[in-house]
């Protein structure tokens, strides 16, 4: 018998639960925070039983997934009013959080802290220099294309999870 708690599995089963009573009408949050919370709590789930134990995979989704329902918290929650000039420093910083989870799950292994510095650096400088620069001001609309279509997103990762071939 398989013991391991699947932090999806779990994360799925309280997205059912809550998009449930959301039809029923029990919760009146908006779609946006419910998906947000959903992605803090499978973070936090994932991060607490992959960290100490060699998974890295598992540690690095779980850092990235927890920095994404922070953001998606964040733009929820405050009036920022050009979001999309924040869309490329955060993913930087988002990407750079799941490296520094990785260094902290093994010290030895300097890279990963490297790449997390690389990271935050280049998030401050495309913060610093959006306006110059023609490649921030191409990825930023290509984040607002992606953001105005993030559903089909979760459904493609979606259909990615059930076709896995691997378990």
């Not at 991060?47 to 100490?52: A, M, R, S």
């Not at 935050?120 to 490649?135: A, K, P, R």
């Amino acid at each position: 018998m398989n013991n391991k708690i699947s932090p999806l599995a779990l994360s799925f089963i309280v997205l059912g639960f809550v998009l449930l009573l959301k039809l029923v009408g029990e919760v009146t949050a908006p779609y946006s925070n419910i998906y947000a919370n959903m992605f803090l709590f499978y973070g936090i789930i994932s991060v607490f039983i992959n960290i100490g134990k060699q998974r890295k995979g598992g540690l690095f989704v779980g850092a990235i997934s927890f920095m994404i329902g922070v953001l998606l918290y964040t733009l929820n929650h405050y009036n920022i009013m050009s979001t999309n000039q924040i869309i490329l420093p955060a993913t930087f910083f988002v990407l750079s959080s799941g490296f520094l989870f990785l260094f902290f799950d093994d010290f030895s292994k300097k890279i990963f802290l490297y790449i997390s510095l690389l990271l935050i650096l280049s998030g401050c400088f495309s913060i610093v220099g959006y306006d110059s620069s023609e490649w921030i001001k191409f990825s930023a609309s290509t984040s607002r294309t992606i953001l105005a279509h993030w559903e089909y997103l979760i459904i493609i990762i979606g259909v990615g999870i059930l076709t896995d071939r691997r378990g």
